[in-house]
């Protein structure tokens, strides 16, 4: 069975600072793996996907990740906060046939 | 594209009321997925569609929810009677792939907030 686990529903960090997001996963296959963001009263949006291939991962706005087999982690990283990424977050791992998503962490960005 | 459209946006209704919540998909997704998110219980998958057939509800509450997809551009989920505790924002989602692995993964619309009071 698949499933995800995001270590911290909520994280603060100081604008301009590392941000450091943390999603361990179980899959019994190999698997694809994903980052969504959610802005307030919006839906999710792509951020990165890892599914074949290089195990580092860049997305949108700075955003990269790097799937680690030996510890079935797909952690997300930025090397510089900005106000902007202010947000909640969501890893996903693949099952059968859809997507299994984490609890999400809200991303607090202090001026 | 507009992306995936939801209506309404909002919706406030009285417990025992039917609620219909509805999905326009990007057009060219065969893959159409309806969510809710609560904040006890994070995002569920209450149904997908392929290709307009319904592959999986076993997320569906109660039978008092029940999903259609007459047509590649449509979808609707129903809540008859509903009730307090369905209070969520629901998502509708849709993909070229069943995994999401094409380039723009998961497509969400902006979501419906309903409220029974």
């Known amino acids: 069975a698949q499933s995800v686990t995001q270590l911290g529903s909520h994280v603060s960090v100081s604008e301009g600072a590392l941000v450091l997001l943390r999603c361990n996963y179980s899959?019994?296959?190999?698997?694809?793996l994903f980052w969504y963001v959610q802005y307030p009263n919006q839906g999710l949006q792509l951020l990165l996907k890892y599914t074949t291939g290089a195990t580092l991962v860049k997305g949108i706005n700075g955003f990269e990740a790097e799937f680690k087999k030996s510890e079935t982690s797909f952690h997300l990283t930025k090397p510089s906060a900005h106000m902007s990424d202010a947000a909640e977050y969501f890893c996903a791992v693949s099952g059968a046939n859809n997507l299994f998503f984490g609890t999400g962490t809200r991303l607090t960005v202090i001026p | 594209d507009a992306g995936v459209i939801q209506s309404p946006r909002h919706e406030v209704t009285e417990m025992g009321q039917e609620v219909t919540l509805r999905c326009k998909p990007i057009?060219?997704?065969?893959?159409l997925f309806w969510y809710r998110q609560t904040m006890m219980r994070g995002l569920e998958l209450l149904i997908y569609?392929?290709?307009?057939?319904?592959?999986?509800d076993s997320g569906m509450p109660e039978d008092r929810f029940s999903a259609k997809m007459p047509n590649a551009s449509f979808s609707t989920l129903k809540i008859q009677p509903s009730e307090p505790r369905d209070s969520a924002v629901y998502f509708c989602?849709?993909?070229?792939?069943?995994?999401?692995?094409?380039?723009?993964?998961?497509?969400f619309g902006s979501g419906t907030r309903l409220t029974v009071v």
């Open positions: 899959s019994s296959v190999p698997p694809y």
């Open positions: 989602a849709s993909s070229t792939t069943q995994l999401g692995i094409g380039s723009d993964g998961y497509t």
């Open positions: 569609f392929n290709n307009n057939v319904p592959i999986d």
């Open positions: 057009s060219g997704h065969n893959s």
